[in-house]
C-alpha cells in the first residue's frame, strides 16, 4: 500500500484524503494541533511542527512514505519540497519552491527574466520602509512575504497611514519582511485558479473572476468566485506563454498550483503569486464542478509518482459561483437565509459553524465560516448573486 503524508489539518484536505483513500492509498496527517478536523479523516496523525523540516523528514523515513504534500496549506509547502528532494520522492525542485514561496524572491525572478511586474521592494523594518516609500506611487499594497490567505495585506493610500499598515503586515511574516508593491488594478476582474502542469508542459490552465467584497472587514480577501473568466482570450493566451515560461525557467515538471493573475488597466498581463499546492477556498473542487477535470486526483498522483493520463481540454460547464461564507460582525452564529430567488440554483452547501458557535468579521481567509457553490445559466446571474450577495445570502449572528 502506498503512503502518502499530508501536512497540516485543515478541512481543505478532507476531499485529498478522501480521494486518495478511494485509490487504496493510507494516508497520515501532520501538524501539533491534534484537534484539527482533517486528522479525523485520515489513516494515522503524527504531532509535528509542519515548519520543522528535520523533524518532518525524520517521521517521513521512519513511516516510509512514498509522497508527500501540503496541499492548501501554505506553512509547508517549503517542508514538503524539503522532504521530497531528500528522499527522491517527486517534487518542484527545492530552490524553485523558495522563489515561489517568497514574495520579495518571486518578485525579483519575475523582474530579472522579463515578465511583466510592478515596481516592488521588501522591508525588514519600518525605518528603511519610511525611506524607501517615495520611490512609489500611492496606492500601494503591502504584505508579508512569506504567507498566505490574505493575513495581514492592506492598501496604502497616505503616507501617515504606513506605520499602522507596516505593524499589521509584519506580524503575519515569519521572517519580519514585508513586501510593498505598486498597485495594479485589474481591468475587470483578478483571477485565482488551480492549475497543473504534466512533464514541464502546463496541460490544465485556468481562469477565475475572483471577486471582493468593501463592505467586509478586509476587502482584500477573496469573498467569491466564478468560472470561467471573463479575460479576454488575447489575455488569457498572454497569461499562459508567461506561465509556461515561467516553469521552464524554474525546472518544475508535474506540479499542481495555485495561480493569481490579472490584466491591468494598462491593458498588460500580471502574474502575481504561483504556488505549487492546491489553493484554499476549495479551488480545485470548483475546477471539477466547473470542468470535470480532477485536480486533486492528478495532485495525487504526481505526489505518488502514479501515472497521469493527459487531462483532456478544459471545457467550462455552464457558470459556477463559489461564496465565501463570512459574518461581518463578531458575535455568535445563528443562521444563514437564502433568498428564494436563488435557492433553486444552489448545488452545494458546505456549513463550518454550528448555532451558536463564535464568529469573528472576515478579516482574512480563516474567519471564513463555509462555502456556497452555485451553477447558474447566464453572466447576469453571477452578476446579481455578486452583487447583491448581503441581501440574498444573510449570515445571521446574535
Given at each position: ?17 478522501k ?71 517527486p ?16 518578485r ?30 500611492f ?9 498566505a ?62 471577486y471582493?467584497n ?87 498522483r ?18 459556477i ?8 460582525a ?12 436563488i435557492?433553486?440554483f ?13 464568529v ?39
Amino acid at each position: 500500500m502506498k503512503k502518502l503524508m499530508l501536512l497540516g489539518g485543515l478541512r481543505y484536505l478532507i476531499p485529498v484524503i478522501k480521494e486518495a483513500q478511494s485509490m487504496g492509498i493510507y494516508v497520515i496527517t501532520c501538524d501539533y494541533i491534534p484537534e484539527n478536523i482533517a486528522h479525523r479523516y485520515s489513516d494515522e496523525y503524527q504531532n509535528v511542527d509542519i515548519t520543522d523540516r528535520e523533524k518532518v523528514l525524520a517521521i517521513a523515513i521512519t513511516s516510509k512514505i512514498d509522497g508527500i504534500m501540503s496541499f492548501a496549506v501554505d506553512p509547508g509547502v517549503l517542508t514538503a519540497a524539503y522532504v521530497a528532494e531528500n528522499l527522491g520522492l517527486p517534487t518542484a525542485p527545492l530552490r524553485s519552491v523558495e522563489i515561489l514561496q517568497n514574495k520579495a524572491l518571486f518578485r525579483k525572478f519575475l523582474e530579472e527574466n522579463g515578465f511583466n511586474v510592478p515596481l516592488a521592494k521588501s522591508f525588514s523594518n519600518l525605518q528603511s520602509l519610511l525611506k524607501g516609500i517615495d520611490d512609489f506611487k500611492f496606492p500601494v499594497i503591502i504584505k508579508p512575504v512569506d504567507s498566505a490567505g490574505s493575513k495581514g495585506v492592506k492598501k496604502i493610500l497616505k503616507k501617515d497611514e504606513i506605520e499602522d499598515c507596516y505593524k499589521i503586515a509584519n506580524s503575519y511574516s515569519q521572517s519580519n519582511t514585508v513586501i510593498v508593491e505598486e498597485f495594479i488594478e485589474a481591468n475587470n476582474f483578478a483571477s485565482d485558479s488551480d492549475c497543473f502542469s504534466l512533464n514541464g508542459k502546463f496541460q490544465i490552465v485556468s481562469f477565475s473572476n475572483q471577486y471582493f467584497n468593501s463592505n467586509s472587514e478586509n476587502p482584500y480577501t477573496p469573498s467569491a468566485y466564478s468560472w470561467p473568466s471573463v479575460l479576454s482570450d488575447k489575455i488569457k493566451t498572454e497569461l499562459k506563454d508567461d506561465l509556461q515560461m515561467l516553469i521552464s525557467l524554474l525546472g518544475i515538471k508535474t506540479s499542481i498550483y495555485n495561480i493569481e493573475v490579472r490584466e491591468g488597466k494598462d491593458g498588460k498581463p500580471y502574474i502575481m503569486e504561483v504556488s505549487p499546492r492546491g489553493g484554499g477556498n476549495r479551488l480545485s473542487e470548483m475546477i471539477k464542478h466547473s470542468t470535470g477535470i480532477d485536480l486533486i486526483n492528478l495532485s495525487i498522483r504526481a505526489s505518488l509518482g502514479l501515472e497521469i493520463h493527459s487531462p483532456m481540454a478544459i471545457n467550462y460547464n455552464d457558470q459556477i459561483v463559489e461564496l465565501i461564507l463570512y459574518s461581518n460582525a463578531q458575535g455568535k452564529f445563528n443562521k444563514i437565509e437564502i433568498d428564494p430567488s436563488i435557492e433553486m440554483f444552489l448545488i452545494e452547501s458546505d456549513l463550518w459553524v454550528s448555532s451558536g458557535d463564535q464568529v469573528f468579521p472576515f478579516s482574512s481567509a480563516n474567519f471564513a465560516i463555509g462555502t456556497m457553490v452555485f451553477r447558474f445559466e447566464t453572466f447576469e446571474q453571477v452578476q446579481n448573486i455578486i452583487q447583491n450577495r448581503d441581501n440574498l445570502v444573510n449570515v445571521l449572528v446574535y
